[in-house]
């Protein structure tokens, strides 16, 4: 098992910054992949960034050159720095991450964390 326990998120005004951390617990070891992904009201819940155990990431065309994702292994944690926010990065933001032990893959959610961009 895997816990997944967010935090950082609040309202900030267009063009801040905000940095969201992900710190995982439990059978961290068999880890592969961890992302965040958002979820905006009547909207489906997309993928925002990934990064995998080798250091390989990932970001939506949305975000790019603006969200940076990156982990401490030493912490298990793992960061989304936002920069330039947008009212449409407006969304509840999710750590998800994938694992595999025993010859199963298992893909583990945290509570989420409540991003609001406005003035």
């Known amino acids: 098992q895997v816990q997944l326990l967010e935090s950082g998120g609040g309202l900030v005004q267009p063009g801040g910054s905000l940095r969201l951390s992900c710190a995982a617990s439990g059978s961290i070891f068999s880890i592969y992949r961890e992302g965040w992904y958002r979820q905006a009201p009547g909207k489906q819940r997309e993928l925002v960034a990934s990064?995998?155990?080798?250091?390989?990431?990932n970001y939506a065309d949305s975000v790019k050159d603006r969200f940076t994702i990156s982990r401490d292994s030493a912490k298990n944690t793992v960061y989304l720095q936002m920069n330039n926010l947008k009212p449409e990065d407006t969304a509840v933001y999710y750590c998800?991450?994938?694992?595999?032990?025993?010859?199963?893959?298992?893909?583990?959610w945290g509570q989420g964390t409540q991003v609001t961009v406005s003035y």
């Open positions: 998800n991450a994938d694992s595999f032990r025993f010859g199963n893959w298992n893909n583990y």
């Open positions: 990064i995998t155990s080798g250091g390989n990431t």
